[in-house]
């Protein structure tokens, strides 16, 4: 595991499984929880993703980056999708138990979107941050209302991996030979064109931590009457995210409402209302054959769903700021590091909006309350 300066590893035994977390070796354990932040990645990723942001943070502020299971040094124990994201989130819980933490700021990314969202249904939490985070209704197989489009959720979970890539993540391909190896698909998804790095070996090393043992990434699928004839499951990453078993758009009535900071990219490929991860949308494109139509098997329009969400958990009280970067891709924290770090720092409290100064020049579109 390549672990930047600063940054050290420790294994966390908790009551559930033994969980691999990142933190600065500077921090204060005895840190309070109000300036605690702990950092979730999404799918096929893990921790070191975070590693940039976590060092430009400040000194006073206690930095934690866990990685989910099955990827990072996590254990790979078989995760049950009928329970939604829930065996990612009650993992986060217990991880922060044996932390003897309480109520964090919690960042969540793209699946770690959907992950922290569970858990402030579940738990207190002080902030969410939502970055690239997955629909409130899941991904794929859902009219804009987040009404589902089959009983049996054709075309979402396991059965829409592409099998090359993951025979590649089980290889540990490190090659830019293929389209689908990860170091191509980082290049194509992940980011946006511009993106530069010195450390592309680290983001694909992260990738490439990814289980794809059974239960673990992508999931099981069923045959389905349905088009694409295919299925969620019922174990794998991908099927906990088919409508049928997630929905998290019940944070909308929680009594107490964290405030929430919704960032994302207008470039993201894999979270968008045309989502080439979306095989509707793959249909819609022509590129799976048999589509049956608009009026059948729609694209899922994630970011308006998202929006729609966070509107009416606005209007029932709840505090949210809209930070949306042009041309930016499925990782601003990486594309825009100061922007980023400057919304999170002011989303949970550290700096005050009014005395701060401007951000790093960006083309931006900041909505809050107000």
Same mark, same amino acid.
């Given at each position: 595991?390549?672990?930047?300066?600063?940054?050290?590893?420790?294994? /966390?035994?908790?009551?559930?499984? #033994?969980?691999?977390? %990142?933190?600065?070796?500077?921090?204060?354990?005895?840190?309070?929880?109000?300036?605690?932040?702990?950092?979730?990645?999404?799918?096929?990723?893990?921790?070191?993703?975070?590693?940039?942001?976590?060092?430009?943070?400040?000194?006073?502020?206690?930095?934690?980056?866990?990685?989910?299971?099955? $990827?990072?040094?996590?254990?790979?124990?078989?995760?049950?999708?009928?329970?939604? +994201? @829930?065996?990612?989130?009650?993992?986060? !819980?217990?991880?922060?138990?044996?932390?003897?933490?309480?109520?964090?700021? &919690?960042?969540?990314?793209?699946?770690?979107?959907?992950?922290?969202?569970? *858990?402030?249904?579940?738990? =207190?939490?002080?902030?969410?941050? %939502?970055?690239?985070?997955?629909?409130?209704?899941?991904?794929?197989?859902?009219?804009?209302?987040?009404?589902?489009?089959?009983?049996?959720?054709?075309?979402?979970?396991?059965?829409?991996?592409?099998?090359?890539?993951?025979?590649?993540?089980?290889?540990?391909?490190?090659?830019?030979?293929?389209?689908?190896?990860?170091?191509?698909? $980082?290049?194509?998804?992940?980011?946006?064109?511009?993106?530069?790095?010195?450390?592309?070996?680290?983001?694909?090393?992260?990738?490439?931590?990814?289980?794809?043992?059974?239960?673990? *990434?992508?999931?099981?699928?069923?045959?389905?009457?349905?088009?694409?004839?295919?299925?969620?499951? @019922?174990?794998?990453?991908?099927?906990?995210?088919?409508? @049928? !078993?997630?929905?998290?758009?019940?944070?909308?009535?929680?009594?107490?409402?964290? =405030?929430?900071?919704?960032? !994302?990219?207008?470039?993201?490929?894999?979270?968008?209302?045309?989502?080439?991860?979306?095989?509707?949308?793959?249909?819609?494109?022509?590129?799976?054959?048999?589509?049956?139509?608009?009026?059948?098997?729609?694209?899922? =329009?994630? /970011?308006?769903?998202?929006?729609?969400? &966070?509107?009416?958990?606005?209007?029932?009280?709840?505090?949210?700021?809209?930070?949306?970067?042009?041309?930016?891709?499925?990782?601003?924290? +990486?594309?825009?590091?100061?922007?980023?770090?400057?919304? &999170?720092?002011?989303?949970?409290?550290?700096?005050?909006?009014?005395?701060?100064? #401007?951000?790093?020049?960006?083309?931006?579109?900041?909505?809050?309350?107000?």
């Amino acid at each position: 595991m390549t672990v930047f300066d600063g940054i050290v590893a420790r294994i /966390v035994e908790t009551s559930r499984l #033994a969980v691999n977390i %990142l933190e600065r070796s500077a921090d204060d354990p005895r840190t309070p929880d109000e300036r605690t932040v702990v950092f979730v990645h999404g799918n096929v990723s893990s921790a070191l993703f975070w590693q940039e942001i976590m060092q430009d943070l400040p000194g006073d502020i206690r930095a934690i980056a866990v990685d989910l299971r099955g $990827f990072g040094d996590t254990e790979s124990l078989p995760v049950d999708a009928t329970r939604g +994201l @829930r065996d990612f989130s009650d993992d986060l !819980h217990a991880t922060l138990e044996a932390l003897h933490l309480g109520a964090v700021h &919690l960042v969540g990314w793209s699946m770690g979107g959907g992950v922290v969202m569970q *858990y402030a249904l579940d738990h =207190p939490v002080r902030s969410l941050t %939502l970055q690239a985070p997955v629909s409130p209704y899941g991904f794929g197989g859902t009219r804009r209302d987040g009404s589902r489009l089959t009983e049996d959720d054709a075309g979402c979970g396991g059965g829409g991996a592409n099998p090359d890539f993951v025979e590649r993540l089980t290889a540990h391909d490190t090659s830019d030979e293929a389209p689908t190896s990860p170091r191509s698909v $980082f290049r194509s998804s992940y980011v946006s064109g511009d993106y530069v790095t010195a450390q592309e070996d680290v983001w694909v090393e992260s990738m490439l931590s990814t289980s794809t043992a059974e239960g673990n *990434y992508p999931g099981d699928s069923v045959d389905s009457e349905n088009w694409p004839g295919f299925a969620a499951g @019922r174990s794998g990453v991908l099927n906990t995210m088919a409508p @049928r !078993h997630f929905s998290v758009a019940g944070i909308v009535d929680l009594a107490v409402k964290p =405030p929430i900071l919704w960032v !994302h990219g207008t470039a993201d490929a894999i979270v968008s209302d045309a989502s080439f991860f979306d095989l509707n949308q793959l249909g819609t494109a022509g590129i799976i054959p048999g589509w049956p139509g608009e009026d059948v098997a729609p694209a899922q =329009p994630m /970011v308006s769903q998202t929006r729609d969400v &966070l509107d009416a958990y606005r209007a029932a009280g709840g505090e949210v700021t809209e930070l949306e970067l042009d041309g930016v891709g499925h990782a601003p924290h +990486l594309e825009r590091p100061g922007v980023f770090r400057h919304a &999170l720092l002011q989303a949970i409290g550290y700096i005050a909006p009014q005395h701060d100064p #401007a951000p790093p020049t960006e083309t931006i579109i900041l909505k809050s309350e107000d």
